[in-house]
């Protein structure tokens, strides 16, 4: 089954609004040049309204860091899937790393985002991914499913099958340490056999699998050649319009 690829820029905490914007319609352009893969930028919480406007005649899709898994309330901080609707956006991360080793986030949590975003008609970008320590233990695969199983917890296969997942391994996040083509290759591998243990096979060669964890220019040709990468989740290489056209333009 043929995979459309997904290349994904996540901004982090970075960029003024006129400076994402710019960078936006830079990029959106560039994006527009190719109809075999797709373009996603997920600007900070601020940007995201100007951003839209600027994309809004493109393909690109526009995408969110973080959603909450309700749709209203007394959640101070947080920023709902309809709100993020409101204003244009299609997809949100959930799960990042970052997320769930600086403010705590645990599965439970995550997978309550997954379904707030899929109930407001948002794209999950799922993201799994194993420490140092934990690959240095031979347990990646162990934590990696741990983290599938509770992250897609009450997932029908309709639901799973909407979704993005992103392997990013923590070791390989801005770190400038990426993970060969072999490893990588190895690990999206077997995401998507525990998707057909646990789903249909059609579920499990429909989901997109990208790889995040310091993708550069000089890598990513080799990662999107292989046969279970998907795409890519990319953060620093995605602030600077030279760097990330380069990789929208993998070969």
């Given at each position: 089954m043929s995979r459309k690829p997904l290349?994904?820029?996540?901004?982090?905490?970075?960029?003024?609004v006129a400076q994402a914007v710019e960078l936006a319609r830079g990029?959106?352009?560039?994006?527009?040049?190719?109809?075999?893969?797709?373009?996603?930028?997920a600007p900070a919480f601020i940007a995201l309204d100007a951003v839209h406007k600027a994309i809004s005649d493109s393909k690109t899709f526009l995408a969110a860091q973080n959603?909450?898994?309700?749709?209203?309330?007394?959640?101070t901080g947080e920023v709902s899937a309809p709100m993020l609707r409101d204003v244009g956006v299609a997809m949100a991360i959930i799960g990042h790393s970052e997320r769930r080793q600086i403010f705590g986030e645990d599965d439970a949590m995550i997978n309550r985002r997954i379904h707030g975003a899929l109930a407001g008609g948002i794209i999950p970008v799922f993201c799994i991914g194993e420490t140092l320590e934990q690959r240095e233990a031979e347990q990646t695969f162990k934590v990696l499913e741990g983290q599938l199983s509770a992250g897609l917890a009450d997932c029908t296969a309709e639901m799973v099958a909407r979704m993005v997942i992103a392997y990013e391994p923590v070791w390989a996040i801005g770190t400038g340490k990426t993970a060969s083509k072999e490893q990588a290759q190895e690990v999206h591998g077997y995401i998507r056999q525990l998707l057909l243990q646990k789903y249909?096979?059609?579920?499990?060669?429909?989901?997109?699998?990208?790889?995040?964890?310091?993708?550069?220019?000089?890598?990513?040709?080799?990662?999107?050649a292989q046969a279970d990468i998907d795409?890519?989740?990319?953060g620093g290489a995605a602030l600077k319009f030279e760097s990330f056209a380069r990789i929208i333009n993998f070969k």
């Open positions: 290349i994904a820029g996540n901004w982090k905490m970075h960029l003024s990029l959106a352009a560039e994006a527009d040049k190719h109809q075999d893969r797709e373009v996603m930028l959603v909450a898994w309700a749709e209203e309330g007394a959640f249909e096979k059609k579920v499990a060669e429909a989901v997109r699998i990208v790889y995040g964890g310091s993708v550069k220019p000089d890598n990513v040709d080799a990662l999107m795409g890519a989740l990319v």
